[in-house]
């Protein structure tokens, strides 16, 4: 399993950006894919992004595409979201996650970082 600890998170204005980080540690040197997901107070966990290995495929959620991008730095086992253009609606809990190549599930999460979208 890959262990994860995101940073980045805090309060924005509406219009804003923000990058979030998440970096992983592994006890040996192993291909894992990555994504965002962020869960509202009251609402459901969101899939926010999934990105491969080598960052060439990503898989925005509707809600974000046009303003999230993810990507990734496997020298130093980090993977980024890019946030611009935010909303209040934005405004979550954002969580890291990874599973391993040949798997569906994603069976590592990080602690998760508050973002705030308010005026």
């Known amino acids: 399993q890959v262990q994860l600890a995101e940073s980045g998170g805090g309060l924005v204005q509406p219009g804003g950006s923000l990058r979030l980080s998440c970096v992983g540690s592994?006890?040996?040197?192993?291909?894992?894919?990555a994504a965002w997901f962020r869960q509202a107070p009251g609402k459901e966990r969101e899939l926010v992004v999934e990105?491969?290995?080598?960052?060439?495929?990503?898989k925005l959620g509707d809600s974000v595409r046009g303003r999230f991008t993810a990507s990734r730095n496997n020298a130093k086992d980090t993977v980024f979201l890019q946030m611009n253009s935010l909303k209040p609606e934005d405004t979550a809990v954002y969580y890291c996650?990874?599973?391993?190549?040949?798997?569906?599930?994603?069976?590592?999460w990080g602690q998760g970082t508050q973002v705030t979208v308010a005026s």
């Open positions: 592994t006890p040996t040197d192993i291909i894992w894919y």
């Open positions: 996650a990874s599973r391993l190549p040949g798997f569906q599930q994603y069976d590592s």
């Open positions: 990105i491969n290995w080598d960052g060439d495929n990503t």
